[in-house]
């Protein structure tokens, strides 16, 4: 071979490995760019993530259904749907010294429980469990722009001590804990799990008092009694003892304060379950609807009062 055609040939080499090595670096660079951010709908503070649970990301044809409406209806919001696995190293990276120390004590529905609470103090953003489906878009929420944090009453009234144990609430003046929303580093969610963790060592063992809507709705009543002088203590104390005995507290679709927090109370009738606790004092096209599919609690009664009926799924 002559030496014209060995330098003919090694140009060529050269030339198409530097064209092979400027696509390869191409290709990294494209690989490395961020993925574009979703655009962000809802309430400001609010990260427009939607997180849901299961045990594996295998879900029934159900659970599908109603995941597929967080999805459709927020199709620029991001999903992240978490199996046992990865909330598991969830809790593990962040929260070490407060609910990782008792994980193992924990059963699949209080784990579930805490991963709530857990992931919007972390991350932020909108929870539903997975028989949840959602009625309008977060953007067309009923909530003020500023709020950082959305919570939902479960009745629409505060319930007589014989009604709360016949529907078996916790609480006369609960908060459902199948939808929340928050800003990262709420106080309300923080202080949740802490009540949880002093729970475990007081051996309480029913679960909606431990880590469900019983210690979530404790959590919200304290900050709402932290709020201001108009919606605190006083306000609470008239209402046990006066005329207005049987009313909320604070009444829903509200804003109430504390520090730079701001939490939006959704009326009952905007989060109801089907036939629901709502009552007619505390109306709300609904924007959520809870089926309980593969609910863990029992049917235990069937309550009419004048203006309130109560159904136990």
């Not at 060592?201 to 431990?210: A, E, M, P, R, S």
């Not at 959704?266 to 709502?278: D, F």
């Amino acid at each position: 071979m002559s030496h014209r055609s060995l330098l003919v040939r090694l140009i060529l080499l050269t030339t198409l490995a530097a064209k092979c090595c400027s696509q390869s670096v191409s290709l990294l660079q494209t690989l490395a760019d961020p993925i574009p951010h979703s655009v962000h709908v809802g309430p400001t503070g609010i990260p427009c993530v939607i997180h849901q649970t299961w045990k594996t990301h295998q879900l029934s044809d159900q659970q599908f259904s109603c995941m597929n409406t967080w999805k459709s209806k927020n199709p620029t919001c991001e999903h992240r749907l978490w199996n046992d696995t990865e909330i598991e190293a969830l809790c593990r990276e962040k929260s070490p010294g407060l609910i990782w120390p008792i994980w193992d004590g924990l059963s699949p529905v209080e784990r579930a429980d805490v991963f709530r609470y857990l992931v919007l103090w972390d991350q932020g953003g909108y929870y539903a469990d997975l028989d949840v489906q959602c009625r309008k878009p977060v953007s067309e929420f009923p909530v003020p722009n500023d709020v950082n944090m959305i919570v939902g009453y479960e009745a629409g009234r505060r319930l007589e001590e014989t009604d709360r144990e016949k529907v078996d609430f916790s609480r006369v003046e609960q908060f459902e804990n199948w939808f929340l929303a928050s800003a990262p580093a709420n106080p309300v969610l923080l202080r949740t799990l802490e009540i949880i963790r002093q729970k475990f060592l007081w051996k309480v063992q029913k679960t909606i008092d431990f880590t469900g809507p019983g210690t979530f709705s404790d959590a919200v009543h304290e900050f709402l009694a932290n709020c201001s002088e108009e919606h605190g203590i006083p306000v609470e104390v008239s209402r046990r003892t006066g005329k207005d005995t049987g009313m909320l507290s604070f009444p829903s679709e509200s804003k109430y304060q504390f520090g730079e927090w701001k939490a939006w109370l959704l009326a009952s009738g905007r989060v109801a379950s089907p036939g629901g606790y709502a009552s007619g004092a505390d109306p709300g096209e609904k924007v959520l609807e809870h089926r309980f599919f593969g609910t863990w609690k029992k049917v235990t009664a069937l309550i009419a009062t004048t203006d309130f009926v109560l159904v136990s799924k």
